[in-house]
């Protein structure tokens, strides 16, 4: 069986762990939720670091524990990249990576060759980690967890302990990963734009327990996650450049349901881009609203309309086409323009971000 299927219950004084999973075979799974739900947890336990962590983990068909079998950490074929580099001080980069290959069955020098064209640390190779920027050491940190060949990529909030630049000066080379790598990545973060800009499948997490899992489209659109986390993360269009306004520095992005207007950024004619909108941004007409500075307003059709009492709030699902967004209105509001499932509707997007 493909995929990664995870059973894990785990009894601790003040948590209670009780999570089922089916992920993808590969690509970016990102574990999403507030400190101490359990994100860390799965990872150590999937790890084999928890053994009291009990149920089944199987990836790709391969059984790492079960009722029958417990395959201790060394010898589950996976690397794991925490918040902090955890590099050998008293070694060269190029020592770093060549740890662990020699356990390694079937590592060519191409492939590793290949992971340091990947992650741009060529010219890091006869360095010591003290002389690397914390960016340039967590690129290292993830050359070397893949230098093993492994399975499965686990990855424990690897941008945590950088600043914004920092940040923002390796998340390219995770997007590299993204796109170039076959195996599966779980992915544990608590910010919205690493999520939203690198995840193709979310779990969304809560005290132990699993809230929502699926592909990240499909499940920000839901309007039953709590108001907390859906706000967090607000929704996401994939789309595509298809006009660029040189004169206002705009790019327009076209994508099944209409087109919303951005800041070029860079941009160019025929790039996919993800956007995200968060649910505070979209605001709900019953007729088309008059000329503002709201650049971009949309005709749709309202989905589901899901009452939170105890807020005084409703989240609404707004369908575009094949596309999906999610406001977030009083419930003064629903009553007051009659807003009921099948109703058409125009939308105003306030503010849209690249993901």
């Not at 999570?19 to 075979?25: E, F, G, K, R, Y």
């Not at 201790?72 to 290959?101: C, D, I, K, M, T």
Request: aromatic share 4%; hydrophobic share 45%; with cysteine.
């Amino acid at each position: 069986m493909s995929g990664i299927q995870v059973q894990l219950q785990l009894e601790r004084t003040s948590f209670r762990l009780d999570v089922q999973l089916d992920l993808p075979a590969e690509g970016f799974t990102a574990l999403f939720g507030p400190s101490g739900c359990g994100k860390t947890t799965i990872l150590r336990s999937i790890a084999g670091l928890e053994q009291d962590a009990h149920g089944r983990v199987s990836v790709n068909g391969l059984v790492w524990q079960d009722q029958h079998q417990w395959v201790p950490p060394h010898q589950r074929e996976l690397g794991y990249v925490f918040q902090e580099a955890s590099l050998f001080p008293h070694l060269s980069v190029r020592s770093n990576l060549a740890y662990g290959r020699r356990r390694t069955v079937g590592a060519s020098s191409g492939e590793l060759g290949h992971l340091i064209d990947l992650l741009g640390i060529a010219p890091l190779l006869d360095r010591r980690p003290q002389s690397l920027s914390g960016g340039e050491r967590q690129r290292v940190a993830i050359a070397r967890a893949l230098a093993v060949n492994p399975k499965l990529l686990l990855m424990d909030e690897p941008l945590a302990a950088l600043d914004v630049r920092r940040k923002q000066e390796i998340l390219p080379y995770l997007e590299r990963l993204q796109r170039d790598l076959k195996i599966p990545v779980l992915y544990v973060t608590h910010a919205p734009d690493e999520v939203t800009r690198l995840a193709r499948h979310l779990v969304v997490l809560e005290s132990g327990r699993v809230l929502a899992s699926g592909s990240l489209i499909e499940t920000l659109a839901r309007v039953d996650l709590p108001i907390s986390i859906a706000d967090d993360l607000g929704t996401v269009i994939e789309t595509t450049v298809a006009e660029i306004d040189e004169r206002w520095k705009l790019a327009k992005l076209a994508f099944n349901g209409g087109a919303l207007w951005t800041r070029a950024q860079g941009l160019s004619i025929g790039v996919s881009v993800r956007v995200r909108v968060l649910a505070r941004d979209v605001s709900i007409a019953c007729e088309r609203p008059a000329p503002s500075t709201i650049q971009n307003v949309l005709p749709a059709r309202i989905a589901e309309l899901v009452h939170d009492e105890a807020e005084g709030q409703a989240r609404v699902r707004l369908q575009l086409g094949e596309s999906a967004l999610i406001a977030r209105v009083t419930q003064r509001s629903v009553v007051d323009l009659s807003l009921q499932p099948g109703q058409p509707v125009w939308v105003q997007v306030k503010s849209v971000a690249l993901a």
